[in-house]
């Protein structure tokens, strides 16, 4: 997380936490991509590269999942599968059914939940009441 320093005119780190709604986020791997965390809707694994989405664009980062998620997570996001990393602003709803368990984005995607990350979810959730407002079973 970066801010600006105004004497210098340099990057500044700052606790994540306490920016999260306008935090800026440089991705690990020496990569030259500083997003907005809340323009981020979704982090997908790509080979040895993760596709960061933002708005209507991709940007391809060359870092683990393991880095992101570390990167991320104190600013509303978290690991949903091995190869998908959410913004919780982002989602919608989750659906639980006989298959499994899906989440829902603000722009249609939908994922599966894997079942490691089922628990890490629910804690993610729990602070705020209105997100599991949105839990419910889905119709199979």
């Given amino acids: 997380v970066l801010t600006k320093n105004r004497a210098r005119h340099e990057p500044m780190a700052e606790p994540a936490m306490a920016l999260t ?9 020496g990569s030259k991509l500083v997003l907005r965390a ?10 040895n590269y ?13 870092c683990t999942m393991s880095a992101i998620e570390a990167e991320l997570a104190p600013l509303g996001f ?17 659906d639980k059914g006989r298959r499994g368990t899906i989440v829902c984005l603000d722009t249609g995607e939908t994922i599966r939940v894997g079942a490691t990350y089922i628990e890490s979810l629910a804690i993610a959730l729990a602070p705020s009441s209105s997100q ?9």
């Fill in 21 to 29: 709604g306008s935090a800026w986020v440089r991705f690990p791997g």
């Fill in 50 to 62: 993760c596709e960061v989405l933002a708005g209507s664009r991709a940007h391809l980062v060359r």
């Fill in 78 to 94: 978290v690991r949903v599968h091995r190869a998908a990393v959410v913004n919780l602003s982002r989602l919608l709803r989750v």
């Fill in 38 to 47: 809340s323009e981020i809707t979704l982090v997908r694994s790509a080979g």
């Fill in 132 to 140: 599991l407002m949105h839990v419910r079973p889905r119709e199979s």
